[in-house]
C-alpha cells in the first residue's frame, strides 16, 4: 500500500492488521517506492491513497488490482484509472469496512465506485460503454462459497460474520456477489441454485 500522509497510511495498515485474511507486504510513502516494490513482488491486491493521477498511470505496477482512495472526481480522470487496473475508487471519508469490501471486490475482479465518482461518470458516460477490463469470472469464489454454505445451515449474517472473522457489512457484499452470480434473488433460491451446481454437499 502507499500513502503520503503517514496518518493516512497508518490508518491503512491498522485495517490490514486487523483483518484475519489479509497480509500486509509493503507500506510506503509514495507511490513509486510502491511501483518499484511491485516489480519483484507478486500482490493481488495494491491500496493506494493519492490524488496524483500520472504517478498512478505513468509506471505499470503488477497485475493487482487497485483500490483507491482519493478526492479525484471528475469523470474522464476516473475513466482512466479504470482502464489502467484501478477496481475500486473510494472517498477518503470511507470507513473501514467500506475498504475491506473495495479489496475483497477488487481482488474477485469487481468494479466498485464511491457515489461521487458513480454520478460523476454517469453524468458524462451515461447510455455510452466504458470499456473496463476487469476479469470478473462468474465462478463462485472460495469464500463465496463459505458464506453459500453457512447461508444453507441457516445462519443469519451476525453468526456467519463471526464464524468467519469478517464484519457483517462484508458478509452482506459476499451474498450480494452470490446473488448476482448465481441470478439468485433470495437465500432460499441461492442455496437451491447452489446445490444443484454442487456447491453445497448435500
Known amino acids: 500500500m502507499a ?5 493516512r497510511r497508518a490508518g491503512l495498515e491498522s485495517i490490514v492488521h486487523s483483518h484475519p485474511d489479509f497480509q500486509l507486504a509493503g507500506s510506503f510513502g509514495s507511490v513509486a517506492s510502491l511501483v518499484s ?9 495494491i491500496v493506494i491513497d493519492s490524488d496524483s493521477i500520472p504517478a498512478l498511470l505513468r509506471d505499470p505496477m503488477s497485475d493487482a ?32 469496512d467500506d475498504v475491506i469490501s473495495a ?3 477488487a481482488h474477485d475482479g469487481l468494479v466498485l ?34 458464506v453459500l454454505r453457512m447461508l444453507a445451515q441457516g445462519l443469519v449474517n451476525k453468526d456467519i460474520a463471526k464464524r468467519l472473522g469478517i464484519s457483517e457489512h462484508t458478509v ?23 446445490i444443484r451446481r454442487g456447491l453445497i454437499p448435500i
Open 113 to 146: 465506485l464511491s457515489a461521487p465518482a458513480a454520478e460523476s461518470l454517469a453524468a458524462v458516460y451515461d447510455g455510452q460503454p466504458l470499456e473496463v477490463e476487469t476479469g470478473l469470472s462468474e465462478e463462485i469464489t472460495s469464500r463465496e462459497t463459505d
Open 103 to 105: 479489496v475483497y471486490g
Open 3 to 7: 500513502a503520503t500522509s503517514a496518518v
Open 172 to 194: 452482506k457484499f459476499h451474498i450480494s456477489s452470490i446473488f448476482d452470480k448465481l441470478g439468485a434473488s433470495t437465500r432460499t433460491e441461492a442455496v437451491t441454485l447452489g
Open 65 to 96: 488490482a487497485i483500490v483507491l482512495l482519493t478526492a479525484v472526481s471528475d469523470a474522464r480522470s476516473i475513466a482512466r484509472l479504470l482502464r489502467n487496473k484501478v477496481r475500486a475508487i473510494l472517498s477518503r471519508e470511507s470507513d473501514p
Open 37 to 45: 516494490f511491485s516489480h519483484g513482488t507478486e500482490l493481488d491486491v
